[in-house]
Nanobody, 115 residues
């Protein structure tokens, strides 16, 4: 089993930046797939960005060019650098890890972009 602990959410003015972190503890291998999702009230959970163990990243259309996902395999940590935040980025952001068929979710961290 593993646990994911997220940090870095908060309130930021439009155009500002935030950096989210998600640290995985327990039996997570460096082969894991890592991702960030978000869910706003009344909306479905959507993929924000994901990254393979080799650093190959993929982004949702609404964040491409503004957000950057990265990972530290030695520390089993994934990051999400969010720049040029918009009010529509307001959501609860969730860390997700899939490792040898097992899936884990973080508890979520609130990000609010104010206009």
């Amino acid at each position: 089993q593993a646990q994911l602990v997220e940090s870095g959410g908060g309130l930021v003015q439009a155009g500002g930046s935030l950096r989210l972190s998600c640290s995985a503890s327990g039996s997570i291998s460096s082969n894991s797939y890592m991702a960030w999702y978000r869910q706003a009230p009344g909306n479905e959970r959507e993929l924000v960005a994901d990254i393979t163990r080799y650093g190959s990243a993929n982004y949702g259309d609404s964040v491409r060019g503004r957000f950057t996902i990265s990972r530290d395999n030695a520390k089993n940590t994934v990051f999400l650098q969010m720049n040029s935040l918009k009010p529509e980025d307001t959501s609860v952001y969730y860390c997700f890890v899939r490792d040898y068929g097992r899936e884990y979710w973080g508890q979520g961290t609130q990000v609010t972009g104010s206009s």
